[in-house]
């Protein structure tokens, strides 16, 4: 029974400074004759340039093997083209048993001799001549190490993405500074999982679930709030959420809203409220937050400018102001403040009615007192009577009283109220005085007999309870007859004033 493995390698390339071997046998079309135990593939033709070598037995699946009682064993490996053969290798079963030396890099009878070249991994076991390399250098004498960006077995393996373009290790593959933008790892040979990029791919992508692994620049939409290439910038320009394609609410002082929300960090402008400050303000309310109340002196009460509170239709009549705050300026009142106040004592009236607070003025009456006391009639409410004596009778002036076209004969002053005075009346201003001066006299005599008719009837009553007294104290009785003393006094009190006389004089009034 036979049973090979074989691999075939040669000089593959030469180029500049690099070079390298190939196993040109690798996986090519390969036959053999009368296998064992067909068509079970633990012993293909194949197996033998599989470039499997670490079960050598034989049920390893790794071996070619012949079917039993065979005297011959063929096999051959189709390399499809003409090539450079270096060498050939075949290994043989070995049933995982160690044959020759068991360490590697020694030679000699009792393998104890190490191999010439250092690097060298295998070498004749009787010559020492070196027969494969150890992984990362090459040469007849494994004296160089792999070209640059390859390493390994045969130098057959390529670097990974070094940091800086750098070589990697030439025996394992490792990068010694790190890897470049865009993959991970000792070999910097995987790319870069979902979500990070950069160099040792250490950095997150900026605000979207996947970016370029070398770039960072984002290859999905950004998050809500941000926008450009790498998704990096906040939304501006009053725009807010996913592709900031959303507009800012009115915001306080035209501020950025928060890019991501919407809401407003500071507030909102006059007229709006909500987080996102673009609901307005409900009917009756305006200013910053709708926290204030229209007035309801506005023309249509309690409706304003949501933002300023300026009422709507003008004020009511008495108010004034962008607001209808202030009540109408002195002396005036009314719709638009557009009436003057009648002719108030005080001169002020109420801004809403007009109506004075307190009295009118002379010559004016009224509730509004903007109406002239009426013909005849002057001065506070209107309650005087013009002179008689004026020029036309009682046309006066409404305030002062003072005849508009002058007095009658007889009279004078500005009210007519003063007899004129002539030169031939001495007479009678001095008759006057003296009637004057006898009136005097009779009063105080009138005076004098009232005390003496008081003082007589208090005595009489005084002497009408002596004699009583005394009748009583004798127990005679003794009868008065009170009508008769009442009638004695009587008739004295009459006595008394008709001696007076006649008093009354003629007077000047009397004349007129």
């Known amino acids: 029974m036979a049973f090979v493995y074989v691999a075939v390698v040669f000089l593959v390339f030469i180029t500049g400074y690099t070079s390298g071997y190939e196993n040109i046998a690798l996986n090519k079309p390969t036959w053999q004759s009368k296998q064992f135990n067909p068509p079970n593939t633990f012993f293909n033709a194949s197996n033998a340039v599989d470039g499997l070598k670490s079960d050598l037995s034989a049920w390893g699946g790794q071996c070619v093997i012949s079917d039993s009682g065979q005297s011959n064993a063929t096999w051959w490996v189709n390399l499809m083209s003409v090539k450079s053969i270096h060498d050939i290798r075949i290994y043989y079963r070995t049933d995982n048993v160690v044959w020759g030396c068991i360490e590697t890099g020694v030679y000699g009878p009792d393998c104890s001799i190490p191999c010439p070249d250092r690097n060298c991994r295998y070498c004749h076991i009787e010559t020492g001549?070196?027969?494969?390399?150890?992984?990362?250098?090459?040469?007849?004498?494994?004296?160089?190490?792999?070209?640059?960006?390859?390493?390994?077995?045969?130098?057959?393996?390529?670097?990974?993405?070094?940091?800086?373009?750098?070589?990697?290790?030439?025996?394992?593959?490792?990068?010694?500074?790190?890897c470049d933008v865009g993959v991970y790892g000792d070999k910097c040979k995987t790319p870069c999982p979902i979500g990070w990029h950069g160099?040792?791919?250490?950095?997150?992508?900026?605000?979207?679930?996947?970016?370029?692994?070398?770039?960072?620049?984002?290859?999905?939409?950004?998050?809500?709030?941000?926008?450009?290439?790498?998704?990096?910038?906040?939304?501006?320009?009053?725009?807010?959420?996913?592709?900031?394609?959303?507009?800012?609410?009115?915001?306080?002082?035209?501020?950025?809203?928060?890019?991501?929300?919407?809401?407003?960090?500071?507030?909102?402008?006059?007229?709006?409220?909500?987080?996102?400050?673009?609901?307005?303000?409900?009917?009756?309310?305006?200013?910053?937050?709708?926290?204030?109340?229209c007035n309801k002196n506005c023309g249509v009460p309690y409706q304003c400018n949501?933002?300023?509170?300026?009422?709507?239709?003008?004020?009511?009549?008495?108010?004034?102001?962008?607001?209808?705050?202030?009540?109408?300026?002195?002396?005036?009142?009314?719709?638009?403040?557009?009436h003057s106040c009648g002719f108030c004592q005080d001169s002020n009236c109420h801004h809403v009615n007009g109506s004075c607070s307190g009295k009118c003025s002379d010559g004016y009456q009224g509730t509004l007192c903007n109406e002239q006391c009426k013909t005849g009639f002057y001065g506070e409410n209107c309650k005087r009577e013009c002179s008689i004596f004026c020029k036309t009778s009682r046309d006066c002036n409404h305030v002062t009283g003072n005849c508009n076209e002058g007095c009658i004969g007889g009279w004078q002053g500005a009210m007519c109220l003063q007899v004129a005075e002539k030169k031939d009346d001495a007479d009678f201003q001095s008759r006057f005085y003296g009637v004057l001066a006898v009136l005097c006299v009779c009063l105080i005599i009138i005076a004098i007999l009232i005390a003496y008719i008081c003082f007589y009837r208090w005595n009489m009553k005084g002497k009408l309870k002596k004699l009583k007294y005394k009748e009583d104290k004798e127990t005679k009785p003794t009868t008065f007859n009170m009508d008769i003393i009442s009638n004695k006094i009587d008739e004295d009190d009459k006595n008394g004033y008709q001696e007076l006389g006649e008093l009354a004089l003629p007077s000047d009034y009397d004349r007129i």
């Not at 250098?137 to 373009?165: A, R």
């Not at 009115?250 to 673009?278: M, R, V």
């Open 306 to 338: 949501r933002a300023t509170g300026k009422c709507e239709g003008g004020c009511q009549p008495g108010w004034e102001g962008p607001r209808c705050y202030q009540v109408c300026k002195q002396n005036k009142y009314g719709e638009n403040c557009s």
């Open 199 to 293: 160099q040792n791919c250490s950095d997150m992508c900026s605000n979207c679930n996947e970016c370029d692994r070398f770039s960072g620049q984002c290859e999905s939409p950004c998050y809500s709030g941000w926008k450009g290439l790498f998704c990096n910038n906040e939304c501006s320009g009053g725009g807010y959420g996913q592709a900031c394609e959303q507009k800012c609410g009115a915001c306080l002082g035209y501020k950025q809203c928060h890019h991501i929300n919407g809401s407003c960090l500071e507030g909102c402008d006059p007229g709006f409220k909500g987080d996102l400050c673009k609901t307005g303000c409900s009917s009756g309310k305006f200013g910053i937050n709708c926290k204030q109340t």
């Open 129 to 178: 001549v070196c027969q494969g390399c150890k992984p990362g250098y090459q040469g007849h004498q494994c004296e160089l190490p792999c070209s640059p960006m390859v390493y390994g077995e045969i130098c057959s393996m390529t670097c990974g993405n070094c940091s800086g373009e750098n070589t990697c290790h030439n025996v394992n593959g490792s990068c010694t500074n790190g």
